[in-house]
Nanobody, 123 residues
Framework: VQFVESGGGLVQPGGSLRLSCVAS????????TGWYRQAPGKQRELVAA???????DYADSVKGRFIISRDNAKNTVYLQMNDLKPADTAVYYC??????????????????WGQGTQVTVSS
């Protein structure tokens, strides 16, 4: 299984980016899917999650600014990021969400991680 994240880049505060993640297999459905991020010197954290049924949950730090969505037919999950802040600077990853993981909390050990996509918010 491979995850390929894309869409990151350098953006000014207040700007927007849309991240995409494609899985090589049918890894997302019927499992919850999530976006994680890891800033330098910090633990990787879950920021947004979406169930196969469409329910979503977000870390408090991104609630109201980020939107997660998925296209099961394309094995793709998206993260629309609006009103970006310097604190959002991190490498972003996607993966299945384990039961013990909650948005805003640290990620558990996963067998697979993609290369991630760098998001830098700076003026």
């Amino acid at each position: 299984v491979q995850f390929v994240e894309s869409g990151g880049g350098l953006v000014q505060p207040g700007g927007s980016l849309r991240l995409s993640c494609v899985a090589s297999g049918s890894i997302f459905s019927p499992y919850p899917t999530g976006w994680y991020r890891q800033a330098p010197g910090k633990q990787r954290e879950l920021v947004a999650a979406m169930t196969d049924g469409g329910s979503t949950d977000y870390a408090d730090s991104v609630k109201g600014r980020f939107i997660i969505s998925r296209d099961n037919a394309k094995n793709t999950v998206y993260l629309q990021m609006n009103d970006l802040k310097p604190a959002d600077t991190a490498v972003y990853y996607c993966n299945q969400v384990f039961l013990e993981e909650v948005p805003g909390g640290p990620s558990s050990e996963h067998d697979y991680w993609g290369q991630g996509t760098q998001v830098t918010v700076s003026s």
